[in-house]
């Protein structure tokens, strides 16, 4: 079988995909005659009343048990928000007119740094403010039940009141994951065109992307974090390289104790994070490149 041809662009994948390859769910453990139950909406908001007021910056971390920080900033200049953690640094785009910033604490409990940087000259940024906070998560998959800056959905989303709908059609979670995955494979395709203009710093829209039908491999993250998410289920969106071409890639891992859902050449594994890359199984890449995991390589999650 000839395998796809991939060329990275911009940080993200554009590829030409030979058909072939179809990937597909096998939903092993079946609702056994019982529902899946939905639990409350997590939500995450700036709340202005409770933020740390330093004149043009506003943090607010009143929900950082909740897995997410939330700032806000009016400045002349372009500005970026850093979250530290230990080693683990990661910088985010920030709105200078005073929009407020949804970013998860994927770095779990501990000690942070939260820096807003202002831009000087050229790529140069200087500390605007610095904020050091002591987070306790209320339980370790807190950052990933809500919508943050990269995955961008509400109640009252497309895709959200569709994730709704499947869920109500299953049994438990691991058949909603399963819905999930035929509904976005069946949905979207992959937008060749974007991937070629896709700019710096873009962030996707899930409704834009359920709507449209077309995407670039973050779109497909994006949307699928939100469905899940917005239904109880833990997911990541990571980024980072798939052997054997090195290609800068994002795709999604999911969380749920329940097991019996194969895709592909992995399988879903009890009380562990799991793998889903939704971009290559829509368009039938080459099992080369999804395979049993280990060719995946993380460098970021949000």
């Known amino acids: ?47 202005e ?7 043009v910056v506003k943090i607010d971390v009143s929900a950082v048990s909740q897995g997410y920080v939330a700032v806000s900033c009016v400045a002349d200049n372009r500005l970026k928000f850093q979250v530290m953690k230990g080693d683990a640094t990661y910088n985010y785009d920030l ?3 005073g929009t407020p910033g949804i970013y ?23 500390e605007l403010y610095s904020l050091n906070c002591d987070v306790k998560l209320a339980d370790e998959f807190e950052p990933f039940i809500r919508p943050s800056n990269y995955v961008s959905y509400t109640p009252d989303s497309e895709c959200v009141k569709r994730a709704s709908q499947l ?10 994951v399963s819905k999930v995955y035929e509904d976005v494979c069946g949905r979207v395709t992959y937008d060749k065109e974007k991937a ?8 996707p829209n899930p409704d834009e992307t359920f709507q449209s039908g077309k995407g670039i491999c973050f779109d497909y993250a994006a949307m699928t974090a939100a469905m899940l998410r917005s239904q109880g289920i833990p997911t990541k969106v990571i980024f980072g390289y798939v052997a054997p071409k090195d290609l800068y890639h994002a795709w999604n891992m999911f969380y749920t104790p329940e097991t019996g859902w194969v895709t592909v050449k992995y399988e879903v594994k009890g009380k562990n994070w ?4 939704l971009t290559f199984a829509a368009n039938g890449a080459d099992g080369n490149f999804i395979g049993d995991g280990s060719n995946y390589k993380d460098v970021s999650c949000y």
């Open 1 to 47: 079988m000839r395998r796809a041809k991939i060329l990275c662009l911009l940080m993200m994948c554009f590829f030409c995909l030979w058909p072939g390859v179809t990937a597909r769910a096998e939903g092993k453990a079946g609702s056994g005659g019982g529902k899946y139950t939905v639990p409350p909406y997590a939500d995450a908001a700036f709340h």
């Open 167 to 176: 869920a109500g059609e299953s049994g438990n979670a691991v058949e909603l």
């Open 104 to 126: 998860p604490l994927q770095c779990g409990d501990g000690q942070y740094a939260f820096r807003v940087m202002e831009n000087v000259v050229d790529t140069k940024y200087a």
């Open 95 to 97: 709105a200078s007119d």
């Open 196 to 203: 070629k203009t896709v700019s710096k710093g873009y962030l």
């Open 274 to 277: 799991n793998r889903l890359d």
């Open 49 to 55: 009343d409770k933020a740390d007021d330093y004149g």
